[in-house]
């Protein structure tokens, strides 16, 4: 059984840097084919893809926010990690982990999501 | 960045209603298009991947089509638990973009 959490802060002051944890299950990083992504939403709007990391470490990023993303893996601890710095309050949003169902062979689809987490940027 | 645009913003219909929803992309995505359904404080999950191909355990009142660069998401007769947001996803080129999202409303 698949599964994703999101942890992190809940809020965040501006200009601080966000660090986000996905801790998974049912599935390794270690495995070829293996990617996770993470996604934001911002109260009310719609969905944005922001970072993705694979199983041999290559990685790929929102092309707005490519300059304040990293993103990356403890296969030890079954986890992903993402940072975001300089945070604004335009960046409050729920901010997802998922899955990618097939990499590497066309499936860049999201079939499984953790539950979001809701990071508030506020002074 | 590839553009999704969805139409329309809200669409209101009724139980055992034929509900159609278009995405429209700034440019070709191939055939690499998704659609996800999303309820208020829940994750997204997807119903249909590669225009047509039917998530595992969605049921088949769903599906996709495509016409050049313009995909819909048809829902044969509206249950109510489809009364939800819907969103398509293009991962044919990055960054993956996701459309502003339909909002299918109780009439």
């Known amino acids: 059984q698949v599964t994703l959490r999101e942890s992190g802060p809940a809020l965040v002051k501006p200009t601080q840097t966000l660090t986000l944890t996905c801790t998974f299950s049912g599935f390794s990083l270690n495995t070829s084919g293996m990617c996770v992504s993470w996604i934001r939403q911002p109260p009310g709007k719609a969905l944005e893809w922001l970072a993705r990391i694979d199983w041999d470490d290559d990685k790929y990023y929102s092309t707005s926010l490519k300059t304040r993303l990293t993103i990356s893996k403890d296969t030890s601890k079954n986890q992903v990690v993402l940072t975001m710095t300089n945070m604004d309050p335009v960046d409050t949003a729920t901010y997802y982990c998922?899955?990618?169902?097939?990499?590497?062979?066309?499936?860049?689809?999201?079939?499984?999501w953790g539950q979001g987490t809701l990071v508030t940027v506020s002074s | 960045d590839i553009q999704m645009t969805q139409s329309p913003s809200t669409l209101s219909a009724s139980v055992g209603d034929r509900v159609t929803i278009t995405c429209r992309a700034s440019q070709s995505v191939s055939s690499w298009l998704a659609w996800y359904q999303q309820k208020p404080g829940k994750a997204p999950k997807v119903l249909i991947y590669k225009v047509s191909s039917l998530e595992s355990g969605v049921p088949s009142r769903f599906s996709g089509s495509e016409s050049g660069t313009e995909f819909t998401l048809t829902i044969s007769s509206l249950q109510p638990d489809d009364f939800a947001t819907y969103y398509c996803q293009q991962y044919n080129s990055f960054p993956w973009t996701f459309g502003q999202g339909t909002k299918v409303e109780i009439k």
């Open positions: 998922a899955r990618i169902a097939g990499c590497g062979r066309g499936g860049y689809y999201f079939n499984y």
